[in-house]
């Protein structure tokens, strides 16, 4: 039987275990009106990227089950995913510029544009009406209308005598304000999106070289962009009546020899647990532990290899660590409260990305060249679950829809 076979045989009996959901799903289809049988919630949905087929995969996370899949996303290869506030509808970035409303209940395509030529990723308002998309080409943000894609603002980003910077790290903030950097300009912006028609951006420059990603702490007080020009991290205060930026963990390679950069590491709220900060080292088999009161550099945890997400459970209580090539068949675990690793695991070939579930119980780690995602019991790291999909890659759960930055 060919795997496509066997994924489609999967995906169905994974729907055919869920009986709630077919019924709903077949009565929402319909037009039918729902019933207290076939309602349901949307808090424990998520979805799954399938890079190579350019769709994605509705999971729900309580069954730890498949139950369908959306195709004609274009190229998925670097994408990611916000949630509407009512986590019902995933707003999907494709590499190629494609921007994909999906209702999530339906599983299907609700609006699709094609805003640029090569897009990084994007962002959805703190009020949920704005849908916010970074671009590599041409550069700069572009700002939607959540309910229809109808444009509402571009922001070009440019710089020097005209050109367009790429930008990375794009951030919600409150009061429908977005954040972001411009990897060629060496600078960072925060956006006033209140008035669509007439936004307000100010830029902060000379931040330092190449920011290529970032993070906004959860209460929202911080930005701070990764620099890949030169070791350190660039800072901003978003509670200062004028934000400026401060430098951070500068020359924390000093003295070394960098590695070569085989993927560039990603970083998140998720990066943040309880005073600390954890992130990774550029060109290092360390993650750097950051005192958040004081923005110094508080200590270095040896790790496997050149890390690219560290993520923490949502309590805080760990660190998951995955890694670029030759590692990423590994995933560490730091426990934070002694700041070492505690256990390696090898949930397959090629671990692209991870994802918890709302309260951590449980992890989902997407393993592309085994096509498989595996299900983890964070507290006894034994597996429960594994879900055949196709060259998977990105996971996203709907709880994101609750939380700033992500």
Aim: net charge neutral; proline share 6%.
């Amino acid at each position: 039987m060919h795997r496509r076979g066997w994924l489609s045989l999967a995906t169905s009996a994974a729907v055919a275990a869920s009986p709630l959901w077919a019924s709903g799903c077949a009565a929402l289809a319909d037009g039918a009106a729902p019933t207290a049988d076939t309602l349901r919630g949307t808090g424990d949905l998520g979805v799954v990227i399938q890079r190579a087929r350019g769709a994605i995969t509705v999971v729900n996370t309580s069954q730890r089950t498949l139950l369908g899949e959306v195709t004609g996303l274009g190229d998925l290869s670097h994408a990611s995913v916000v949630f509407s506030r009512d986590g019902r509808y995933a707003y999907v970035f494709g590499r190629d510029g494609g921007l994909t409303q999906v209702d999530l209940l339906r599983e299907r395509t609700v609006h699709r544009v094609m805003q640029a030529g090569n897009s990084i990723g994007g962002a959805i308002s703190a009020d949920g009406t704005l849908v916010a998309a970074q671009n590599y080409v041409p550069g700069g943000v572009k700002v939607f209308d959540a309910k229809t894609l109808a444009l509402l603002a571009d922001l070009p980003a440019t710089y020097g005598t005209g050109q367009r910077s790429r930008v990375v790290g794009l951030v919600d903030l409150p009061q429908r304000r977005f954040a972001y950097s411009l990897f060629d300009a060496d600078a960072i912006c925060i956006a006033d999106c209140a008035d669509p028609a007439h936004p307000r951006v100010h830029t902060l420059e000379g931040i330092g070289r190449q920011p290529y990603d970032a993070l906004v702490t959860p209460d929202g007080r911080y930005y701070i962009a990764g620099l890949f020009g030169e070791d350190g991290l660039a800072m901003v205060d978003l509670w200062e009546p004028k934000p400026v930026v401060r430098r951070i963990l500068a020359g924390y390679g000093r003295g070394q020899q960098p590695l070569p950069v085989y993927k560039m590491p990603h970083l998140r709220g998720w990066a943040v647990a309880g005073r600390h900060a954890y992130l990774p080292a550029i060109g290092r088999h360390e993650v750097l532990v950051v005192d958040t009161t004081t923005w110094q550099e508080v200590g270095r945890i040896p790790v496997a290899g050149q890390p690219v997400f560290v993520m923490a459970r949502p309590d805080g209580r760990q660190m998951w660590v995955n890694f670029a090539v030759p590692d990423y068949d590994q995933v560490q675990v730091i426990d934070t409260p002694s700041q070492r690793v505690v256990d390696t695991l090898r949930p397959g070939k090629a671990v692209l990305h991870m994802e918890f579930t709302p309260r951590g119980d449980a992890v989902w780690i997407s393993c592309r060249d085994d096509h498989l995602v595996r299900v983890i019991d964070t507290a006894t790291r034994q597996t429960l679950a594994t879900l055949a999909v196709d060259a998977p890659s990105g996971i996203f759960f709907t709880a994101r829809a609750q939380r700033m930055g992500f």
